[in-house]
């Protein structure tokens, strides 16, 4: 999970945002091992955990979780 937050940090100084693929995602919260929502409350509690916001979709391609920080504003309208 350590490795997973560093690779989040990078994409999000670089970028602000960072998309975690199912790949990724299985090697943390192994889908086997969790219900769906139980696999997202852990995903949430992690990203919580690190002043980060998540979304997580579900799609036909898999899961997916974007990462930002929490405190990141909404742009000037």
């Not at 975690?20 to 889908?31: K, T």
């Not at 139980?38 to 955990?49: P, V």
């Amino acid at each position: 999970m350590d490795d997973l937050a560093k690779h989040i940090e990078r994409s999000l100084k670089e970028r602000g945002f960072c998309v975690v693929f199912e790949d990724e995602l299985e090697r943390c919260w192994p889908s086997e091992k969790s219900k769906l929502g139980d696999r997202e409350k852990q995903i949430q509690t992690f990203a919580k955990s690190l002043g980060w916001i998540v979304s997580i979709l579900i799609t036909d391609f898999g899961v997916r979780a974007i990462f930002e920080r929490h405190n990141r504003r909404a742009a000037p309208h």
